[in-house]
């Protein structure tokens, strides 16, 4: 990846589980770039999600994160972490106070996060009154109250409309493009290959044969 810095690295990392094993695999998250992760259910990207994310430890191998990146990872996980009684916004300045920022940074990061999803009209409704593909541009959202240095993404945009999708999207490539390593997790169809710099496919927990399954966009 020429000369960006690396984030998190894993090498020669298993993680099994019953039959299933994940690995061996090794992999640099680099900063500034969009890493796309495909494979069919049960291929083990929730599981590559976990280990680069510190949330597991691999049987065997290492995990290296830089330590700029500590204690900034965000991850978007498949289910919701919204609170449907709460309107969009208390719920972006829940998640902001949750992970320590102040009152008034809190508003501003709302403000302009609701406003990049094209959510600024909807930001006094209660969550459960909102569409499935703005609960989705909230979901990410929340993710987002701080500035991650690492965001690892569980299907972000699944069963959201197409203007949705193309919010979402379009925030990642910002994102990217201010520095930020990320890691998605894709099965619509042409998604990854519009906004990743390489791609990597698991087929039972291995990555596809050459070049540890990556190759550029």
Not at 10 to 15: A, I
Not at 143 to 149: G, K, N, V
Not at 185 to 211: F, N, Y
Request: a positive charge; one cysteine or more.
């Amino acid at each position: 990846m020429g000369d960006r810095a690396a984030l998190c690295t894993l090498t020669g990392v298993e993680k099994g589980y019953g039959a299933f094993t994940l690995g061996p695999l090794s992999l640099t998250v680099y900063a500034g770039e969009i890493l796309g992760l495909r494979g069919a259910n049960g291929a083990g990207k929730s599981t590559l999600l976990a280990l680069l994310a510190g949330a597991l430890r691999p049987d065997r191998g290492e995990r290296v994160l830089v330590p700029e990146a500590a204690g900034q990872i965000a991850i978007v996980p498949q289910e919701l972490s919204l609170y449907d009684t709460l309107t969009v916004l208390d719920n972006l300045r829940f998640w902001g106070l949750a992970q320590g920022l102040p009152r008034r940074a809190v508003e501003a990061r709302s403000r302009w996060l609701l406003e990049a999803l094209g959510l600024s009209d909807r930001g006094r409704q209660p969550v459960s009154a909102c569409s499935g593909g703005m609960k989705r541009r909230a979901h990410l959202a929340t993710a987002l109250m701080t500035t991650p240095r690492l965001l690892l993404l569980d299907e972000p945009t699944v069963g959201a409309d197409q203007p949705s999708v193309e919010r979402m999207l379009a925030l990642l490539k910002h994102f990217a493009r201010q520095g930020c390593g990320i890691v998605l997790i894709s099965h619509q169809a042409g998604e990854l290959a519009r906004v990743s710099s390489r791609i990597l496919t698991l087929e039972a927990g291995r990555p596809t044969p050459g070049e540890e399954g990556l190759w550029q966009v």
